[in-house]
T-cell receptor, first 113, second 109 residues
């Protein structure tokens, strides 16, 4: 199993550009989440999903959209990037149904100029 | 979800036990205690979790006080590779985890 994969690893955007961060898992996990981590801080939850077709907002959802059309994929969309969205983004998944240990991807390092 | 309080940083001698404390005084009866660690800038790694009883796995032991208001993660024989930021999280489960700033553990040769 590849586990949780994220693409790209690095990305530089200009203010106002849009892009999608990709996240995929091959463990047949029901639950998936997106976090951001700013320098010197812990992770903050952006959006999460408890299954295909179901998403909800986390702690810091503004400026981000998500969808969950399949169990495997959970893309994160930035519609109009802002410098405040410069961060490291982590995707995570877990089996759910009482087995909630989350497995994290390697992260995407995003810089918005 | 309940908030947690952890020391900002700790040192531990290589080969000795590392005891990392966490206070979660507002934890509710059905919230679990989870521990994760983050090495350098990698994605966090699951270590262990528990509800009421003490737990042990191949990585660590988790001791939860009887009133559940605090817990301690024990790495029995710390190695240099255990240098990392350790996060204590309380959660109802699901995938809504709220990370704090964690404890930066440095294992000293």
């Amino acid at each position: 199993n590849a586990g949780v994969t994220q693409t790209p690893k690095f990305q530089v955007l200009k203010t106002g550009q849009s892009m999608t961060l990709q996240c995929a898992q091959d463990m047949n996990h029901e639950y998936m989440s997106w976090y951001r981590q700013d320098p010197g801080m812990g992770l903050r939850l952006i959006h999460y999903s408890v299954g295909a077709g179901i998403t909800d907002q986390g702690e810091v959802p503004n400026g981000y959209n998500v969808s969950r059309s399949t169990t495997e994929d959970f893309p994160l969309r930035l519609l109009s990037a802002a410098p405040s969205q410069t961060s490291v983004y982590f995707c995570a998944s877990s089996y759910g149904r009482g087995r909630n240990e989350q497995f994290f991807g390697p992260g995407t390092r995003l810089t918005v100029l | 979800d309940a908030k947690t309080t952890q020391p900002t940083s700790m040192d531990c001698a290589e080969g000795r036990a590392a005891n990392l404390p966490c206070n979660h005084s507002t934890i509710s009866g059905n919230e679990y205690v989870y521990w994760y660690r983050q090495i350098h800038s990698q994605g966090p790694q699951y270590i262990i979790h528990g509800l009421k009883n003490n737990e042990t796995n191949e990585m660590a032991s988790l001791i939860i006080t009887e009133d559940r208001k605090s817990s301690t993660l024990i790495l029995p024989h710390a190695t240099l590779r255990d240098t990392a930021v350790y996060y204590c999280i309380v959660s109802l489960g699901g995938n809504q985890f709220y990370f704090g700033t964690g404890t930066s553990l440095t294992v000293i040769p």
